[in-house]
């Protein structure tokens, strides 16, 4: 992405940049999964492409690569952890919340966004605490979320070769 290179700042950054500041200049509109009710097609896309890749794989091929999977898999669980509760910490909101909030990314960004409206389901008496806390935790939970992806990419880097031989 062209913006991305002369900025300095990664692609995912940018476009979160973007997102915000159409957002707050109203070129896009909040919450576009929840209006359109497309945030469970989004989910099972994904889903099916996960299952699309495996495709062409055997048993034998998934058994023999199991320990370094499982290996990436906790690896990037606690990545993501850590690196949600440092962006949830560096903006002054819960660790917990960046934690669940980068946890959500296991599924991309819709997961991002059940995480946030579970907790703000969880939290609120009624609809309009509910859209409120939805509201005022999503900034804060996507950035984190992001941070915890950056985070986890870097500990990915610097320990994938100890793990796959």
Known sequence: MWLGGGTGLGCSI???????????????RMN????????GFVMAAIYALLFQ???????QEIMAKIVPLLLVILLSGVGLVLGGM????VFGFDPWLGASATIGLFYLFPGVR?????????LSRNEEERLYLVEKISPSCIIA????SKFCL???VLLMPLIIR
């Open 14 to 28: 940018v476009l979160i940049l973007l997102g915000f500041g159409g957002t707050f200049i109203g070129l896009f």
């Open 32 to 39: 576009m999964l929840d209006r359109t009710q497309t945030g």
């Open 53 to 59: 890749m495996l495709n062409d794989m055997t048993l």
């Open 86 to 89: 440092l962006g949830a910490k």
């Open 114 to 122: 059940n995480v946030i409206n579970e907790v703000a389901r969880s």
């Open 145 to 148: 979320a992001s941070m915890g």
């Open 154 to 156: 870097l500990a990915g």
